[in-house]
């Protein structure tokens, strides 16, 4: 039982906790700057959203501020070209 609950909380349930337990704080800048990105970026705003069903996507960008500027650049450029 014990294999079978690591291999959950690890998997899935930490990366969930991690993501739910970040939201009960005000944002870092570099949230709030994603965020503003998805106003006008529907890519952006759709991963966002669609991590409410599965939260483990969040974990490539969420807590990491140069994955979160990179990514925004990288939309950014996307838009402009």
Same mark, same amino acid.
């Not at 709030?32 to 705003?45: N, S």
């Not at 500027?69 to 450029?77: M, P």
């Given at each position: ?16 906790? =991690?993501?739910?337990?970040? @939201? @009960? ?8 700057? @994603? @965020? ?6 529907? =890519? ?11 939260? =483990? ?21 996307? =838009?402009?070209?």
């Amino acid at each position: 039982m014990q294999s079978t609950f690591d291999g959950l909380y690890e998997g899935y349930a930490e990366p969930v906790i =991690r993501w739910t337990n970040s @939201l @009960l704080f005000p944002p870092p800048d570099h949230i709030v700057r @994603l @965020l503003a990105t998805a106003q006008h970026a529907p =890519r952006v705003a759709q991963r966002i959203a669609n991590g409410f069903n599965d939260p =483990r996507d969040y974990g490539s960008y969420w807590f990491d501020e140069d994955a979160t500027d990179a990514w925004i650049a990288q939309e950014s450029q996307s =838009r402009a070209a």
